[in-house]
């Protein structure tokens, strides 16, 4: 027993993330169910929604963005089936996710002219190494790393090939630097609190003109099809989605867009994650046991905290009783009702990961913590 507060919403998980303060269902009162998709009045609310993804994140205006199946690896996948095989690619990887894609471009796409330049868990691959002449691949924030790129600038206006970004833990609490970037993905599910399954791709006037003058060698299924004989589906990009989306999830997706305004809008929603990771920062200077997994200040994550533990009780065990360890440790955690899902990626290095971004009450966090150290202690006993 002990006599910590509680956080009054202990869910940290990093996806999907905890839902906009105070949720409740009643928020979907006004979604528009059991119609057409294609209605008039479904295309509007499916438009509203587009134009209001535009105007927080301060999109450029000649960008173009669609809704699309899939969440962000549907979308991320639409792009990359769509667009690459013109040029080499510089792929970099530093996260399961990132890896993901790699995956994708050697093994499924098998593009052979394919530099990957890559980092272990905590490090940020060597940007400089990067040749602006090939399509350059890459994720925003490594979410099973707690590792991002700290901004645009290493990347190249005068670049020949297209950048294809998965910004899917950065949007809406990093600043993204739109200019740089031909394709960008996110979903939902993440920094919006919102529900899954779709997602949202963004387009450069660069990117649609690749999608206009160049056909991949590969078959395109249709719920990836951008481009129909050298013509942008521009329709798909005005609410006409390519197949059913859940509008009972679109409108869930507009009222955590209403509420990110009411807050303040995106530099508010950047604020309150930075902050939620201050807190955390602070809390690791004075703790014994953990530390960031990111190797560098300036590429750690404000969303998908990643702490190791450097506690020489844990490191001393071998790694099948480190498991164990940190599995009761989230076990107790959860019991208490202190934290849901603050657990790694079960490909990334053991250790806690917790979510910072906006949706997030910088006073849970600050709740989180005791109990992080409350919960150490008693195993460390054990
Ligand atoms: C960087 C990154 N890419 C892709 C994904 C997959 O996202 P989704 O499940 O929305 O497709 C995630 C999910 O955590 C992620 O963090």
């Keep these: 027993m ?5 956080p009054a919403n202990p869910k940290f998980s990093s996806g999907p993330c905890s839902k906009i303060p105070n949720w409740e269902a009643s928020f979907l009162n006004n979604a528009i169910l059991g119609r057409s998709h294609r209605s008039p009045i479904c295309v509007s609310r499916i438009q509203e929604l587009i134009s209001e993804t535009k105007s927080i994140l301060k999109i450029p205006k000649d960008y173009e963005v669609a809704i699309v199946g899939g969440s962000d690896t549907g979308a991320f996948e639409m792009a990359m089936w769509s667009l690459l095989g013109e040029k080499g ?3 970099l990887a530093w996260d399961a996710f990132g890896r993901d894609w790699v995956t994708d471009v050697v093994d499924q796409l098998q593009i052979k002219n394919t530099n990957l330049i890559d980092a272990d868990y905590g490090f940020l691959p060597d940007l400089r190494k990067v040749n602006f002449n090939n399509d350059v691949i890459f994720t925003w924030n490594g979410t099973t790393a707690g590792v991002k790129v700290p901004n645009g600038d290493w990347i190249r206006d005068d670049r020949k090939g297209l950048t294809l970004c998965d910004a899917t833990s ?3 609490a990093m600043d993204i630097a739109w200019d740089k970037l031909d394709v960008t993905t996110f979903s939902w599910q993440k920094v919006l609190g919102g529900e899954a399954q779709h997602g949202i791709l963004v387009l450069s006037p660069r990117a649609i003109k690749r999608l206009e003058e160049y056909k991949p060698t590969w078959p395109i299924p249709k719920l990836f099809r951008l481009a129909n004989k050298g013509k942008f589906q521009s329709k798909i990009f005005q609410g006409s989605t390519i197949n059913t989306p859940s ?7 507009l009222n955590s867009l209403k509420w990110v305004k009411s807050i303040g809008g995106l530099y508010e929603m950047i604020k309150r994650s930075k902050s939620n990771l201050d807190v955390i920062e602070e809390w690791v200077k004075k703790t014994n046991w953990v530390a ?3 190797n560098d200040i300036e590429s750690r994550s ?3 905290i990643c702490l190791k533990i ?3 009780w844990f490191l001393d065990k071998d790694i099948a009783e480190q498991k164990n360890i940190i599995k009761s440790f989230f076990s107790i955690l959860e019991e208490k009702e202190a934290a849901y899902d603050i657990n790694h990626y079960p490909s990334a290095p053991l250790g806690i990961r917790i979510w910072g971004g906006g949706t997030i009450e910088q006073s849970n966090i600050k709740l989180l913590l005791p109990w992080l150290d409350w919960a150490w202690s008693n195993l460390s006993k054990v």
Aim: with cysteine.
């Design 247 to 253: 509008m009972l999830c679109i409108e869930d997706a």
């Design 170 to 172: 950065a949007v809406l």
């Design 89 to 91: 690619i510089d792929i």
């Design 2 to 6: 002990n006599s910590l507060k509680l």
């Design 292 to 294: 960031f997994l990111a």
């Design 302 to 304: 404000s969303t998908s």
């Design 310 to 312: 450097k506690d020489p």
